[in-house]
DNA sequence: TTGTTTGCAAACCTTTTGCACGTTA
DNA sequence: TAACGTGCAAAAGGTTTGCAAACAA
């Protein structure tokens, strides 16, 4: 058995979270107010989300940060590999924590809706580990889309 | 033996233009200049090309198209399924040929200088039908991206 | 002729950047 | 205080759209 299921495996990450202040840090950047509410949308949210919606997320609890600190700040963690950045085909840029454990989940976007559901598969995982070791690049990442329509959509 | 190399299957498709015009006509559409153009242009490239990209190429070649034309074009084959988008990451839609017997490849993405490779397996295209049997979406398409160095920029 | 395609320019959206002000350490 | 972070507004792409002229069938 070496496929779970598509359910999200966790809406929320303390974890991260505190993992990504700490490497903020330990990097020698500061604790700004926008900064702190970027990471903790991105902590809260369930899957990928874009710079417009984590910006409209932050307004929607109270925060106020403008978009430009959102960019900066996703900018910023990407550049430390503590988020994974997706693009699912719509122009748009999406983001999600990456777990220190390298643990990741793949995309499935309904072409219909613009929905986006997460799936992890070990088989795929390897297979794409044997292909990376064959080819003339060094890879560094991956992401798989699967498109398609939704359970709803279909 | 189940992989290929990451080389290029094809540099030029006359079949696949033929195929794209007749698809065009059977389904009630005119052949204007500029959509002969892009066409021509995407029977060329040896792999995904922008909009912008297309349109540069056809005025290299001497050909002269609005930018807006080669959108609704790409826009037009691509709601044919008579291309596919290649999303890499950097916020630009990038299109090459469907082949209508579904043979297709993936892409290497340098994160330094932008390039992209293109490479088939087919082990990979086994497990990734494995996993579009078992999620609860109808998959109609997949991407795979990696991303890394390539062999210059290692 | 008649509906389709094209080109231009303007509009749209996401993302980036310059710069002055506010804040952190 | 000295460097860094933030917000605003403007700029920079890429992509889409309205519309009148050009064109294919």
Same mark, same amino acid.
Not at 9 to 22: K, L, N, T, V
Not at 63 to 72: D, K, L, M, P
Not at 100 to 116: E, K, N, Q, R
């Given at each position: 058995?070496?496929?779970?299921?598509?359910?999200?495996?966790?809406?929320?990450?303390?974890?991260?979270?505190?993992?990504?202040?700490?490497?903020?840090?330990?990097?020698?950047?500061?604790?700004?107010?926008?900064?702190?509410?970027?990471?903790?949308?991105?902590?809260?949210?369930?899957?990928?989300?874009?710079?417009?919606?984590?910006?409209?997320?932050?307004?929607?609890?109270?925060?106020?940060?403008?978009?430009?600190?959102?960019?900066?700040?996703?900018?910023?963690? @990407?550049?430390?590999? %503590?988020? !994974?950045? =997706?693009? $699912?085909?719509?122009?748009?840029?999406? *983001?999600?924590?990456?777990?220190? +454990?390298?643990?990741?989940?793949?995309?499935?976007?309904?072409?219909?809706?613009?929905?986006?559901?997460?799936? @992890?598969?070990?088989? %795929?995982? !390897?297979? =794409?580990? $044997?292909?990376?070791?064959?080819?003339? *690049?060094?890879?560094?990442?991956? +992401?798989?889309?699967?498109?398609?329509?939704?359970?709803?959509?279909?």
């Amino acid at each position: 058995m070496t496929a779970s299921s598509t359910h999200h495996h966790h809406s929320a990450s303390p974890i991260w979270e505190a993992h990504a202040r700490a490497a903020l840090a330990a990097q020698g950047s500061r604790a700004g107010g926008a900064r702190q509410l970027v990471i903790a949308a991105l902590a809260g949210q369930a899957c990928c989300a874009s710079a417009q919606e984590i910006h409209a997320q932050i307004a929607a609890t109270g925060g106020a940060t403008g978009i430009a600190s959102v960019y900066r700040t996703l900018d910023l963690l @990407h550049g430390l590999s %503590l988020i !994974t950045r =997706i693009d $699912t085909g719509d122009g748009v840029a999406r *983001f999600e924590p990456a777990h220190p +454990d390298g643990a990741h989940h793949h995309h499935l976007v309904c072409d219909t809706c613009g929905s986006v559901e997460a799936f @992890h598969d070990d088989a %795929l995982e !390897t297979v =794409i580990h $044997t292909v990376a070791d064959r080819v003339d *690049f060094r890879v560094d990442a991956h +992401d798989v889309v699967l498109r398609g329509a939704c359970r709803s959509c279909r």
